[in-house]
Nanobody
Framework: EVELVESGGGVVQPGGSLTLSCVGS????????MGWFRQSLGKEREGVAV???????KYADSVKGRFTISKGNAQNILSLQMNSLKPEATAMYSC???????????????????????WGQGTQVSVSA
């Protein structure tokens, strides 16, 4: 059984930073793709960033230059460094994983969300003064 567990969410002031982490278990794909997605109240889920085992990365336009997605040495560990946070970043952030790679047709706002089979429960990020 695949399990994804996120951590690192919290409350931060505008301009602050947070690092989210996701640890996956139950999958041993030599090629896998993982990503961060977020959903705020009343809005559609959107892709934040995705990364595959070959290092292909895509970001939402709104986070480019401020957020960094990375994988740990173990391919089932995923991080999201978030800097210069804005109030509009307030959302539930979820980690997702599957076999395969970042698709050429994965574009914002979804960044291929529909192609991921496995999802974590999420961690809440709130940005407010």
């Amino acid at each position: 059984e695949v399990e994804l567990v996120e951590s690192g969410g919290g409350v931060v002031q505008p301009g602050g930073s947070l690092t989210l982490s996701c640890v996956g278990s139950g999958f041993t794909y030599s090629n896998n793709v993982m990503g961060w997605f977020r959903q705020s109240l009343g809005k559609e889920r959107e892709g934040v960033a995705v990364i595959d085992s070959d290092g292909r990365i895509k970001y939402a336009d709104s986070v480019k230059g401020r957020f960094t997605i990375s994988k740990g040495n173990a391919q089932n560990i995923l991080s999201l460094q978030m800097n210069s946070l804005k109030p509009e970043a307030t959302a539930m952030y979820s980690c997702a994983a599957d076999s395969g790679s970042v698709g050429p047709r994965w574009l914002p706002p979804s960044l291929g969300a529909a192609d991921f089979r496995y999802w974590g429960q999420g961690t809440q990020v709130s940005v407010s003064a």
